[in-house]
């Protein structure tokens, strides 16, 4: 499924594979004049080769190499001869990212890698000038892409939902936290997730998205000196696993957040 919507000179590009008619999982990408930033799912990369030339996509630039960001890149590349961007350690994962778990493969394909070009600094295109913010947490070379001559921030999967309730297992909520602090900090006028989609009230969103995690934090270590169970704990504050839990064979659980926020001694 592709479908497009616009906000003045950005147009949000929503790409899903499709199952019985039906979106499994929604990515976005986003186009600003013939700049792309990140390329939505393998499973929509031939549907989007077609797209993109109508459109005149000259280039992508990526937040992370994971595969609902980048999977279109591949064919793009080979196709249509378009430029890959990437911050260095995006660059070393593409090169050779070709393996995902199961679930993943069934929700978003199978990614190729892709040769891109690293860039540090300050990449000008298409009157934004774009610098990748380092907001690792969510993966290790995860960036968010802040454009200053708007206050633009293209926040990959950095914000994804004001109240996150499910963790990967190798994810850390507190290096997601200490990005979300550095990216509030830029003061951006305009908040583009990949999931959420776009939203004006950046400072606002970024305010909750902090705060639902920090005091889910401190309600956590409030209830295990009580002598809480780390299993209770998640079962009083979140409640029981859901969908996600078990779409993903347990990789993504609630358990996985409140034990991550347990283990940090950071003060709140
Ligand atoms: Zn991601």
């Given at each position: 499924m592709i479908s497009t919507r616009r906000l003045g000179p950005i147009t949000r590009?929503?790409?899903a594979r499709t199952v019985a008619g039906r979106p499994l999982h929604l990515a976005s990408a986003y186009l600003v004049g013939r700049t792309l930033i990140d390329s939505g799912p393998p499973a929509t990369a031939?549907?989007?080769v077609g797209l993109y030339r109508r459109l005149g996509v000259e280039r992508v630039v990526h937040t992370h190499h994971h595969e609902d960001h980048t999977g279109g890149s591949a064919r793009l590349r080979r196709k249509l001869a378009i430029e890959i961007f990437a911050p260095p350690a995006t660059v070393a994962i593409l090169a050779r990212f070709d393996r995902v778990p199961l679930y993943r493969r069934l929700v978003w394909g199978r990614?190729?890698?892709v040769d891109a070009t690293p860039f540090s600094g300050t990449l000008e295109f298409d009157g934004m000038r774009l610098e990748a913010i380092p907001t690792p947490g969510h993966?290790?070379?995860?960036?968010?892409l802040f454009d200053h001559a708007h206050g633009w921030l293209f926040s990959g999967d950095l914000f994804v939902h004001p109240k996150v309730r499910y963790l990967r297992r190798d994810e850390d909520p507190w290096l997601q936290l200490e990005g979300l602090h550095r990216v509030r900090a830029l003061r951006?006028?305009?908040l583009l997730c990949a999931h959420a989609g776009m939203?004006?009230?950046?400072d606002a969103a970024l305010a909750r998205r902090i705060e639902f995690w920090e005091s889910l934090a401190r309600d956590a270590r409030r209830l295990r000196a009580a002598g809480y169970s780390t299993r209770t704990v998640t079962r009083r504050l979140l409640g029981r696993e859901g969908g996600l839990h078990?779409?993903?064979f347990?990789?993504?659980?609630k358990r996985n957040l409140i034990e991550a926020l347990l283990g940090g001694e950071r003060d709140l």
């Amino acid at each position: 499924m592709i479908s497009t919507r616009r906000l003045g000179p950005i147009t949000r590009i929503l790409l899903a594979r499709t199952v019985a008619g039906r979106p499994l999982h929604l990515a976005s990408a986003y186009l600003v004049g013939r700049t792309l930033i990140d390329s939505g799912p393998p499973a929509t990369a031939r549907a989007l080769v077609g797209l993109y030339r109508r459109l005149g996509v000259e280039r992508v630039v990526h937040t992370h190499h994971h595969e609902d960001h980048t999977g279109g890149s591949a064919r793009l590349r080979r196709k249509l001869a378009i430029e890959i961007f990437a911050p260095p350690a995006t660059v070393a994962i593409l090169a050779r990212f070709d393996r995902v778990p199961l679930y993943r493969r069934l929700v978003w394909g199978r990614p190729r890698p892709v040769d891109a070009t690293p860039f540090s600094g300050t990449l000008e295109f298409d009157g934004m000038r774009l610098e990748a913010i380092p907001t690792p947490g969510h993966a290790p070379d995860h960036h968010c892409l802040f454009d200053h001559a708007h206050g633009w921030l293209f926040s990959g999967d950095l914000f994804v939902h004001p109240k996150v309730r499910y963790l990967r297992r190798d994810e850390d909520p507190w290096l997601q936290l200490e990005g979300l602090h550095r990216v509030r900090a830029l003061r951006p006028t305009l908040l583009l997730c990949a999931h959420a989609g776009m939203i004006r009230e950046a400072d606002a969103a970024l305010a909750r998205r902090i705060e639902f995690w920090e005091s889910l934090a401190r309600d956590a270590r409030r209830l295990r000196a009580a002598g809480y169970s780390t299993r209770t704990v998640t079962r009083r504050l979140l409640g029981r696993e859901g969908g996600l839990h078990w779409v993903s064979f347990g990789e993504f659980s609630k358990r996985n957040l409140i034990e991550a926020l347990l283990g940090g001694e950071r003060d709140l």
